[in-house]
């Protein structure tokens, strides 16, 4: 018989959340189920395994990453509710949304490729996901499709949450089936079918490898294949850093795709960073076309940064128009007091002189 989860039957915060049962297991930690009787929901708790906790570097990053998702409010971002440390053992903790569905992974393992039509208006949510934790200079560096998640929310279907952001990022080896170590500069590491080629030698990463990730999501969604041939992690590391995509239109004999959208996915899996789409709303925006009515209803991106950088311009703009036009109403109205001010002047000149 396996030992029983210390975990299940806790109670965390003095009783706001009870740990019913494991519903997963991750590089840094399991996830429960837990009740949370005074709001009458269920709440998903990711616990750092314990294994983990004498690592000060893990646990660290395991707050500092909590902490950067708690700051994400984007729908399609798994919601976090509190993170702590529990009282009696100090094991760390981050309380979720509980989310009913599939991820990625599963749906297209169940139902084979996705027809455009839908994989895109997903892939354009994530993108929003993507961008506002970009903005926050938060890169979430294990994108796959086990990670984005397809839950029903408002009476829609194929609601897309990005899970773990940066969670996985970090470990001192291997974890699980197709996460390796890459470097010890950082402890990044990652799944191998869906690195970028920096990502892949070891380099800083940016946002733009989050994009290349998301490229080789829509690559396997689409046609329920990767990008390149490849039999082992190695392997596809390789050939991330050397070989051109095969095109989309040519992965799959009875699967076409518009000639277009191999442009798009060919600059998105660009080898060189400044050479792919530069932020997540940019790639959403070029993807937009090929998704059908859904993905022209959805409301456009726009990365904050960019935004801001746009807006202020913008505001400058209408500013500096508000001030020459302010100045001018001023000058006129300075006038219109002076004449005014003359007129009355000479109305009491001329009493004064009539007495």
């Known amino acids: 018989m396996r030992p029983k989860d210390p975990f299940i039957g806790r109670e965390i915060l003095g009783g706001q959340y009870q740990v019913l049962e494991k519903i997963g297991t991750g590089g840094m930690g399991s996830v429960y189920k837990a009740s949370q009787p005074a709001m009458n929901r269920m709440v998903a708790i990711k616990i750092l395994h314990p294994k983990l906790a004498n690592r000060k570097d893990l646990t660290s990053r395991f707050r500092r990453e909590a902490r950067a998702m708690s700051q994400l409010s984007h729908p399609n971002t798994v919601k976090v509710f509190v993170y702590g440390e529990m009282e009696d ?26 027809p455009i039509e839908r994989a895109i208006p997903i892939l354009i949510q994530v993108c929003g996901a993507l961008q506002e934790a970009h903005d926050l200079g938060i890169v979430h560096r294990d994108l796959k499709p086990e990670n984005i998640f397809l839950s029903r929310q408002g009476g829609i279907n194929d609601f897309p949450k990005v899970l773990d952001f940066g969670l996985a990022k970090v470990t001192e080896r291997q974890m699980q089936p197709g996460s390796i170590i890459l470097t010890q500069e950082g402890m990044v590491f ?17 946002a733009r490898s989050d994009i290349y990730s998301l490229a080789v999501i829509l690559y396997e969604v689409l046609t329920g294949k990767l990008p390149f041939t490849a039999k082992t992690p190695m392997e596809y590391i390789q050939k991330h850093v050397t070989e051109p995509i095969i095109p989309l239109s040519e992965r799959v004999a009875d699967k076409h ?5 191999d442009v798009v996915m060919a600059r998105a899996l660009s080898k060189k960073p400044e050479q792919r789409y530069q932020t ?27 935004g801001s950088s746009a807006a202020g311009a913008g505001g400058n703009t209408v500013k500096l128009g508000a001030k020459k036009s302010g100045g001018s109403g001023l000058l006129i109205g300075v006038a219109a007091l002076c004449l005014v001010a003359g007129v009355l002047l000479a109305v009491v000149v001329m009493r004064l002189l009539g007495r």
């Not at 094991?91 to 996705?114: A, W």
């Not at 709303?281 to 960019?306: C, I, M, N, V």
């Open 280 to 306: 997540a709303a940019e790639f959403a925006e070029a993807l937009r076309p090929f998704g059908g009515a859904a993905a022209q209803a959805l409301p456009s991106l726009r990365s904050d940064k960019l």
């Open 190 to 206: 990652g799944t191998p079918e869906f690195m970028s080629p920096e990502q892949a030698q070891g380099k800083t990463l940016d």
């Open 257 to 261: 795709f518009p000639k277009e959208l």
């Open 89 to 114: 053992d100090g094991s760390l903790y981050i309380v979720m949304e509980m989310l009913e569905g599939r991820n990625l992974n599963q749906t297209v393992r169940k139902d084979g490729p996705i």
